[in-house]
C-alpha cells in the first residue's frame, strides 16, 4: 500500500539535544513538507521541499533543519536552539506543489 | 496577506442532526480549498477539495462543500451526523506565495448521543 509513514510515534528529547524526526513516503511524490501543529493553533509550515537536494524555509523554520537527499525521504531535526520543541509533528507530500496533500499519522514531541 | 479564518473553535451537534463548518479566506486569486479531518492523535485525512468547475463539491463520509466567490467562504455541509464524525476539521487555502497552503486553526466537533 502507498502512504506517508513517520516514526517513531512519540520522541523524548534532553535539554540541549538534536534529535530527528523519520518521514517516509513510497507514493512518488516530488514535493513534501513539514507542520508543527499546536493546540488551537492549527498547522504551521515549518520547511517544505518541491524535488530532491532543494528546500524551503516555511513559516516558523527557526530551530529547525531539513535534509531532502532522496525522493522518499524527507527527515526533520529539531535542534537544541528551538527552545518550545514540545508539539505534535506532521509530514506531508503531494505530486508537486500546490496539489492535494497527504499527511503521515504524526510524531509527538516531548521534552524531559 | 493570505489567511484562512475558521470562525467556531468548538461546535456540538446531536447526533442525526445537520451539521455546517464554516471557512472564510483572505485571497487575492482563485483559490485552491480544501477540507481535512483529524482524529485525536492521528493525522489529517483529506474530505474534499474544489479546484475550478461546480461550486457545490462532494467529498468521503458524506460530506459536501460550496465555495462561495462572493463571500469568500467555502463551508462544510453534513445532512445527518454520526457519533464517528466527532474529529477536528481543518479548512486549508493554496497556493500561498510560497506555493503552500494555509490551514485554518480547526473548529472541534463534538457529537451528542
Known amino acids: 500500500d502507498g502512504g506517508i509513514t513517520q516514526s517513531p510515534k512519540y520522541l523524548f528529547r534532553k535539554e540541549g539535544q538534536n534529535v530527528t524526526l523519520s518521514c517516509e513516503q513510497n507514493l512518488n511524490h516530488d514535493a513534501m513538507y513539514w507542520y508543527r501543529q499546536d493546540p488551537g493553533q492549527g498547522l504551521r509550515l515549518i520547511y517544505y521541499?518541491?524535488?530532491?537536494?532543494?528546500?524551503q524555509k516555511g513559516d516558523i523554520a527557526e530551530g529547525y533543519s531539513v535534509s531532502r537527499e532522496k525522493k522518499e525521504s524527507f527527515p526533520l531535526t529539531v535542534t537544541s536552539a528551538q527552545k518550545n520543541p514540545t508539539a505534535f509533528y506532521l509530514c506531508a507530500s503531494s505530486p508537486f506543489l500546490q496539489e492535494t496533500q497527504y499527511f503521515g499519522p504524526g510524531t509527538r514531541l516531548l521534552v524531559l | 496577506a493570505q489567511s484562512v479564518t475558521q470562525p467556531d473553535i468548538h461546535i456540538t451537534v446531536s447526533e442525526g442532526a445537520s451539521l455546517e463548518l464554516r471557512c472564510n479566506y483572505s485571497y487575492g486569486a482563485t483559490p485552491y480549498l480544501f477540507w481535512y479531518v483529524q482524529s485525536p492523535g492521528q493525522g489529517l485525512q483529506l474530505l474534499l477539495k474544489y479546484f475550478s468547475g461546480d461550486t457545490l463539491v462532494q467529498g468521503i463520509k458524506g460530506f459536501e462543500a460550496e465555495f462561495k466567490r462572493s463571500q469568500s467562504s467555502f463551508n462544510l455541509r453534513k445532512p445527518s451526523v454520526h457519533w464517528s464524525d466527532a474529529a477536528e476539521y481543518f479548512c486549508a487555502v493554496g497556493p500561498t506565495n510560497n506555493n503552500d497552503m494555509r490551514f485554518g486553526a480547526g473548529t472541534r466537533l463534538t457529537v451528542k448521543p
Open positions: 521541499s518541491q524535488i530532491v537536494n532543494d528546500f
